[in-house]
């Protein structure tokens, strides 16, 4: 007996039913779905399947997250930092659009820089204000889009009153600065003037907030504007060349030779933490140098190894320029 289900459609002697693969010709008028009925499934349909838009904005950024970031955080000194430059990378990686972080500090930069010298899907460039900037912030694309100077922006503001009678020092300048409630990763470098005030370079969205707020440093009133990039004045560093001959290339003797004191009070000081050698903490006083390195001391200055010789004693003739 042929099965008569309900749920089973009757064929038609006339008209064979479609098969799945048969187009439905195009029509402008609703056509009936008894023209083309369904073949029966076996298989009961599925409701279909939800997803909250948290969960898949969560499921894509994992999948386009191409950064490896735990192996790129070993062995940093600022991985805080390093951790939000490489969230901004990803950033950049997924939407196509060159991102800026905020100012760094050289420490950082070198690091961040070292770091992006290992991918290939980014590239990076810093800038300060000017070449010899110390704090810089860094833009980041897809290696695919060019990057220049130009996308990162700053801003230059003038700091002006009369501090001949009240000296304000770089120290006076950032308290000032971050008294009005910014943080230091949104101020670059600072240039003091000396009796006219400073120059500040900060990012351009604290400008109105700053013109406003920033009326006094120490006891001097002060006008704080914007400038135009012509009138930055930079000064150039005091600088001391001189030269050493030492047994070795160890730090504690070529920087205790730079730095004018004795080599014990260097190797605390290096022992200590508060050596940088290319603006990484040394805290092995037998860390050889080499031509190009630079050495810094917090309120020291800086120490650039230039030049190095063996004399016919087989001893160790280096240049050395201090910079104050």
């Known amino acids: 007996?042929?099965?008569?289900?309900?749920?089973?459609?009757?064929?038609?002697?006339?008209?064979?039913?479609?098969?799945?693969?048969?187009?439905?010709?195009?029509?402008?008028?609703?056509?009936?779905?008894?023209l083309f009925p369904i073949p029966h499934s076996p298989f009961p349909l599925l409701p279909p399947i939800s997803f909250s838009s948290t969960l898949l904005q969560d499921t894509i950024a994992r999948l386009f997250s191409m950064l490896p970031k735990d192996d790129l955080l070993k062995s940093v000194e600022n991985r805080d930092c390093l951790a939000r430059v490489l969230d901004q990378a990803d950033q950049a990686i997924k939407t196509w659009e060159p991102v800026v972080t905020d100012f760094l500090s050289p420490p950082e930069r070198v690091e961040a820089e070292a770091i992006f010298q290992r991918l290939t899907d980014v590239h990076i460039v810093s800038w300060g204000g000017y070449p010899q900037a110390e704090r810089q912030r860094i833009a980041i694309a897809r290696s695919e889009i060019p990057l220049d100077n130009s996308q990162i922006p700053l801003a230059l503001v003038d700091i002006a009153g009369n501090f001949m009678f009240d000296p304000a020092t770089h120290r006076d300048f950032l308290g000032a600065l971050l008294g009005t409630g910014i943080v230091r990763e949104k101020v670059g470098d600072i240039l003091v003037l000396g009796e006219r005030g400073a120059q500040a370079i900060v990012v351009p969205e604290l400008l109105e907030f700053l013109t406003m707020d920033l009326n006094q440093v120490r006891s001097v009133p002060v006008k704080t504007q914007l400038l135009a990039w012509d009138q930055?004045?930079?000064?150039?560093?005091?600088?001391?060349?001189?030269?050493?001959?030492?047994?070795?290339?160890?730090?504690?003797?070529?920087?205790?030779a730079g730095f004018g004191m004795s080599r014990s009070k260097m190797a605390d000081?290096?022992?200590?933490?508060?050596?940088?050698?290319?603006?990484?903490?040394?805290?092995?006083?037998?860390?050889?140098?080499?031509?190009?390195?630079?050495?810094?001391?917090?309120?020291?200055?800086?120490?650039?190894?230039?030049?190095?010789?063996?004399?016919?004693?087989?001893?160790?003739?280096?240049?050395?320029?201090?910079?104050?």
């Open 1 to 34: 007996m042929p099965n008569t289900s309900p749920l089973t459609p009757h064929p038609s002697p006339l008209t064979p039913h479609p098969s799945p693969l048969t187009p439905i010709p195009y029509s402008p008028f609703p056509i009936p779905h008894s």
């Open 232 to 256: 930055l004045k930079v000064r150039p560093p005091k600088k001391k060349e001189m030269t050493t001959v030492e047994a070795s290339l160890r730090l504690d003797a070529v920087a205790s």
């Open 269 to 324: 000081l290096i022992n200590g933490g508060e050596v940088r050698v290319n603006w990484k903490s040394v805290t092995q006083a037998s860390h050889n140098v080499a031509a190009g390195d630079l050495v810094a001391i917090r309120g020291k200055g800086r120490l650039e190894i230039g030049d190095i010789s063996v004399t016919k004693k087989q001893r160790y003739r280096v240049e050395l320029t201090r910079y104050v």
